[in-house]
């Protein structure tokens, strides 16, 4: 399998990106790979994937938040030691397919990272780092692909899992939440009863944009009395500005991508 290592260059065309079942509108776009020439990096690393093909785009600029682990350098963020190989490993295996599910679209597949056990071992366990000693007991997994993430910190800091789900797709009887789209709305649910007034909550999902779906995750847990600590997600998109969304709520993620 080769690998492609290009750098992120050219502007064309608007696209969107593809993230947790929804579409946004970025003012950035990637001619295909087999036109891309390759440009000087600046503004941070990048790093490439080995999953590399036709099609894909596998650059990804790391950029510094305040609440980021930092792929530059050995480091304290909050109480975890952040080590920059993991930042790397983890970011190498995912990949951006552009046109998926439809034309316009940028995919963010996590799938890739999946198939490798170091490199998803490596995010669970930063995660895992961060929130062990926080006192947390729940985790809260954001349909679908908070499900995989959320289960295994969940067992690791010894809190229960507590499913945010699609419409009808809860047997019991749920408190629902209803929160706007780019395109419409949609409907978050969670079964009554499932978190108690005053636990400690960490909101997990695999990737923030424009916060929305977090937004929604956020208000339907502080209902039922939760105390919000934090969310945390793999991937943020920050020129969508999700984090911002969120108010007074601390944002974690892994890594960011333009």
Known sequence: MNTLKISFAVLKKPTTYFFSGNSVISLKSLTPPSSVKPASISGGPRVYSTFAGAGVRTDFKVNSYS?????????????????????????????????????????????????????????????????????ISVVAGVE??????????????????VPMRKPNKLPGAVISEEYSLEYGSDIMEMHVGAVESGERTLVIDDLIATGGTLVAAINLLERVGANVVECACVIELPDLKGRDRLGDKPLFVLISST
């Not at 597949?109 to 490798?116: K, P």
């Not at 993430?149 to 899992?161: C, D, N, V, Y």
Request: hydrophobic share 45%.
């Open 67 to 135: 609440n980021m682990a930092e792929p530059d350098s050995d480091h304290k963020q909050g109480d975890v030691a952040v080590k920059d190989d993991r930042i790397a490993r983890i970011s190498s295996t995912i990949r951006v397919i552009p046109d998926f599910p439809k034309p316009g679209i940028m995919f963010q597949d996590i799938t890739t990272m999946l198939l490798d056990p170091v490199a998803f071992k490596d995010s669970i366990d930063l995660f895992v780092e961060r929130y062990k000693d926080k006192d």
């Open 144 to 161: 679908a692909r908070g499900f995989i993430f959320g289960p295994p910190i969940a067992l690791a800091i010894g809190a229960k899992f």
